[in-house]
């Protein structure tokens, strides 16, 4: 049976994330309603990573098997028919039997967007934070780099550390590649690269670096929050609608 491999574009703003949930409108649960319609198959699309409710893709991949007859090709359009305008499949390949979304990722890239100007366009409000109030740019440029390398990331994890988001078994270690803060026009853009995210791991350290930014914590309190490996000392979620999953490396 072919082994499907896709790659997703959606704006999460509709969605209660990407994992399917009871009762709940999600993006795998959205997607694998539009397969069945395809293949008359009943099958769970599984995703590189479990994005939140209200958090955008760039290009999620997915992969799933199927016994349809449909040539991997034509997927992109007869999906495309059946999505919401806020679900775009981008490519459909034929992958080896044993490429898994998830499991064979080497590495993951999130961005996450800041809107610095005064007013936010109304058809940009879904899509950023709107934080129009004054931030120490280059100390938080100064600061992003020190969270790069292998860390126990616990201070910057959900408090509900139990639920895995980069498969089994669940740990806090994480290695970041690289970490760096930058202006475009009016938007600050914080791109993180790492071998995999904790739940909230990247939005908890936009939150922690607008602090820096703010001149409530310094530059050298990031590694002793990432010491501390508790939740408390570092910053606040930042909203999810800033964030984007912008690729994954296998």
Known sequence: MPNLKLILAYDGSDFAGWQVQPDAVTVQGTLASAIGRVTGEKVLP??????????H??????????????????FVKALNDILPPTVRVLEVEEAAADFHARKSARGKTYRYRIYRAAICPPFLSRFVWHYPFPLDELVMARAAPLVEGEHDFTSF??????????????????RIFSSRWERAGDELIYT??????LHHMVRN????????????LAVEDVP???????????????????????????
């Open 46 to 55: 599984q995703g590189s990573g479990r994005t939140d409710a209200g958090v």
């Open 192 to 197: 993180v690269k790492g071998s995999g995210f």
């Open 205 to 216: 350290l936009v939150g922690t670096f607008i602090l820096v930014g703010k001149g409530t």
């Open 57 to 74: 893709a760039l290009a999620q991949v997915v992969t799933f098997v199927t016994e349809s007859s449909v040539p991997a090709a034509n």
């Open 157 to 174: 994890a959900a408090v509900d550390p139990a639920r895995g988001r980069e498969g089994e078994p669940v740990s806090n270690l994480r």
């Open 224 to 250: 002793r929050i990432l010491q501390a490996r508790n939740r408390s000392t570092a910053g606040a979620t930042a909203p999810a609608c800033g964030l984007y999953l912008v690729g994954v490396d296998y």
